[in-house]
């Protein structure tokens, strides 16, 4: 995230945010043969766990369409 201009990493930080309102209405959707989801911020990517027992998010990628499904 350190290395995207700044307009990018705003808009990917609100993104992020507004998964904590509703992480599957948000517009995301599940990967297919994984435990992820995917959530498309223009041309970026964001990968996330939903860990229901704790009631959190965690992200655990952020990339390019290209890469970040590359794992």
């Known amino acids: ?3 995207l201009p700044s307009t990018e990493r ?3 930080t609100s993104a992020i945010d507004r ?3 509703g992480p599957r209405a948000g517009g ?3 990967l297919h043969g994984r435990d992820e989801w995917t959530l498309r ?3 970026r990517r964001v990968l996330f766990r939903i860990d229901e027992s704790k009631r959190t998010i ?3 990628a952020v990339g390019a369409r290209g890469d970040v499904y590359k794992r």
């Open 1 to 3: 995230m350190k290395r």
């Open 10 to 12: 705003t808009r990917i």
């Open 19 to 21: 998964l904590a309102f």
């Open 28 to 30: 995301a959707k599940p």
């Open 41 to 43: 911020v223009g041309e």
């Open 58 to 60: 965690v992200v655990t």
